[in-house]
Nanobody, 124 residues
Framework: QVQLVESGGGLVQTGGSLRLSCAAS????????MGWFRQASGKERVFVAG????????DYADSVKGRFTISRDNAKNTVYLQMNSLKPEDTAVYSC?????????????????WGQGTQVTVSS
């Protein structure tokens, strides 16, 4: 059974940092393109960042470019999202997702597996 489990969310002040982790089990992470999405209250889920199988290729939403960094450790079956210079508008539930095709995608329904999400709240 495939499981993606996020951790690292919490409450942080504007300008602060958080590091999210997504631990995968039941699949070989190195065979999956990985993405992070977020969903703010009352809004649709949107793409945040994605990373290729090897970690060499990444993609970011314009809203987080330069502040967030996605990375992966295939040996640990874990993907990370380092979030710096956080803003109140970054407040959302953050979920990781796995896609069995290495081509970059920002479309949520093109992902095969999802975690349950972790709440990130940025206070002003």
């Amino acid at each position: 059974q495939v499981q993606l489990v996020e951790s690292g969310g919490g409450l942080v002040q504007t300008g602060g940092s958080l590091r999210l982790s997504c631990a995968a089990s039941g699949l070989t992470l190195s065979r999956y393109f990985m993405g992070w999405f977020r969903q703010a209250s009352g809004k649709e889920r949107v793409f945040v960042a994605g990373v290729s199988y090897s970690g060499r290729n990444t993609d970011y939403a314009d809203s987080v470019k330069g502040r967030f960094t996605i990375s992966r450790d295939n040996a640990k079956n874990t993907v990370y999202l380092q979030m710096n210079s956080l803003k109140p508008e970054d407040t959302a539930v953050y979920s990781c997702a796995a896609r069995g095709i290495s081509r970059i995608s920002r479309v949520s329904n093109e992902y095969d597996y999802w975690g349950q999400g972790t709440q990130v709240t940025v206070s002003s």
